[in-house]
């Protein structure tokens, strides 16, 4: 049974910074053999992919954040950090992660406020 757990997230202030992290586990896939995606569900919204890293490396993020938003992968620590600074009030969300597409199991996210 694969499982993904998200830590880090936490109350900040408008243009503060925060970096969560995604360790994950699939019992037919190595990490170093992932593509890990971030996703966030703001409050009655649909989940939306945010920005994902490939097995070798290769990085996407979404257009909205990706002057602020940094994805980055730790192979020996078998974690995905997502930096995230400038975060403004619509950054406030679960966050989670999952293979990239997403598998259909998810963990329970971490929470991200942004408030005054």
């Known amino acids: 049974q694969e499982w993904f757990v998200e830590t880090g997230g936490d109350v900040v202030q408008p243009g503060g910074s925060l970096r969560v992290s995604c360790a994950a586990w699939l019992p037919t896939l190595n990490f170093t053999d992932m593509d890990i995606g971030w996703y966030r569900q703001a409050p009655g919204t649909v989940r939306e992919m945010i920005a994902g890293i490939r097995s070798n490396n290769r990085k996407w993020v979404k257009d909205a954040v990706k002057d602020r938003f940094t994805i980055s992968r730790d192979n020996a620590k078998k974690i995905v950090y997502l930096q995230m600074n400038g975060l403004k009030l619509d950054d406030t969300a679960v966050y989670y992660c999952?293979?990239?597409?997403?598998?259909?199991?998810w963990g329970e996210g971490t929470q991200v406020t942004v408030s005054l």
């Open positions: 999952n293979l990239w597409p997403y598998l259909d199991s």
